[in-house]
């Protein structure tokens, strides 16, 4: 009787402790940040722009001055293209010097280049700095609103619609983390915006004005390079961050939270969770070249059509391969650019990533009086071994 007693606790202890195990299995992994820290988070790695984690990332809100990184992404499009010069100077509107919140205190007739309107949106987040870029390249800040909507469709912003260009609130101005992220990610490609979103203290005026940045995580995360802060009573406080380490760069947006230590807490740990948990490994692989048909030239390079390193878990990274595929022969002519084969980054039998490989060169078709020279060639290295 003794040991069925002992059998029967036996057998008790273990089914309960299969049911604990499966409890402790099915609970959630706790998130980077507190659960009501923010009302959106997202976390996402720059270059391929895969979201790594994420919390309500969809939700439609307000912004705050966040809007300014597509008022930002904008501008630097316009230098990209020449359409804009840093040099470039524009004059203050009484528009734009009435207008509230943060600001420099611009005054209507006083005049900023381009590299001071930067500096000044960047930093500080002048809302009156916004308008006049906006009124200089547009011609008025709603057509220049219309524009940041059109851009935004463009980049595949589902959840947006901006009525204005500096994040003041308004009705119906509202994106998401998501959004946020796309945008940021896009601004991202414009290194030189980063020599804005970099300064922590500089000045305009001859050295009259100081500007100090809102960016707090500038001076205490390591490998921060940006990117927009933004707050207002209805949004609360809000950070697109920016920070790359180990060659891959992190995106994290954070949205609604209540104290500005919180967002920049929340961003903090968004950032510590990528790094500590994700890389981007650097392969590298044979790329065999292509014989060319009738071509000017009897072998083509091939190169990959874009740099691409994809994201991975860290303790998977040892597994990850990488591979190329190409034709082994192609028809001239061949123009530079065309597709011959593919770059293919790939985990058991999980594809992480691919990326075309292109010809490196045009290569013409050769004319009757090549192809007559090659004929006669191969007659005389036959003749010589009969």
């Known amino acids: 009787m003794k040991k069925l007693v002992v059998l029967r606790t036996a057998a008790l202890l273990l089914v309960l402790a299969y049911l604990l195990c499966g409890a402790v299995l099915a609970a959630p992994a706790q998130g980077p940040v507190e659960q009501g820290c923010a009302k959106s ?13 994420e919390e309500n990332a969809r939700a439609r809100l307000e912004p705050a001055s966040v809007t300014k990184v597509m008022t930002l992404l904008l501008a630097m499009e316009a230098l990209e293209s020449g359409r804009l010069q840093l040099s470039d100077s524009f004059t ?11 600001q420099v205190y611009m005054e209507a007739g006083e005049k900023f280049s381009l590299d001071e309107l930067l500096k000044c949106i960047a930093v500080v987040s002048a809302n009156d700095a ?3 870029l906006a009124e200089g390249l547009c011609g008025s800040e709603a057509a220049f609103v219309e524009r940041m909507n059109a851009r935004a469709a463009e980049l595949g912003m589902e959840d947006t619609e901006f009525q204005n260009c500096t994040g003041l609130p308004a009705a119906g101005h ?18 030189k915006i980063l020599s804005y979103t970099n300064i922590w203290m500089d000045s305009i005026r001859g050295g009259d004005f100081g500007l100090a940045n809102t960016n707090k995580l500038l001076k205490s995360y390591p490998g921060i390079t940006g990117l927009k802060t933004g707050s207002t009573d209805a949004a609360g406080f809000c950070i697109s961050a920016t920070a790359e380490r180990e060659d891959m760069a992190l995106i994290a947006v954070v949205l609604g939270c209540k104290t500005s230590a919180d967002r920049f807490d929340a961003a ?6 990528g790094f500590a948990n994700y890389t981007c490994p650097d392969l590298s692989c044979t790329i065999p070249e292509v014989r060319v048909d009738m071509g000017t030239q009897r072998t083509l390079k091939l190169i990959p059509a874009q ?12 597994s990850v391969t990488l591979r190329a595929e190409a034709a ?8 530079r650019g065309d597709v011959l084969g593919e770059l293919i980054w790939q985990e058991g039998e999980e594809i992480l990533a691919r990326t075309s490989l292109v010809a490196e060169a045009d290569v013409a078709r050769i004319g009757f009086a090549e192809i007559l020279a090659r004929l006669m060639g191969c007659l005389f290295a036959v003749e010589k071994y009969v």
Not at 92 to 102: D, K, L, Q, R
Not at 174 to 191: G, P, Q, V
């Open 41 to 53: 988070l997202l976390l996402m790695e720059a270059e391929s722009g895969k979201v790594l984690w």
């Open 92 to 102: 203050v509107s009484a528009a734009a010097a009435g207008m509230g919140g943060s």
């Open 130 to 132: 916004c308008v006049v």
């Open 174 to 191: 509202l994106t998401s983390a998501r959004d946020i992220a796309l945008m940021s990610r896009e601004l991202l490609k414009y290194e």
């Open 268 to 273: 903090a740990k968004l950032l510590d969770y």
């Open 307 to 318: 740099e691409l390193r994809p994201v991975v878990l860290r303790d998977r990274a040892g």
């Open 328 to 335: 082994e022969e192609t028809k001239a002519p061949v123009r």
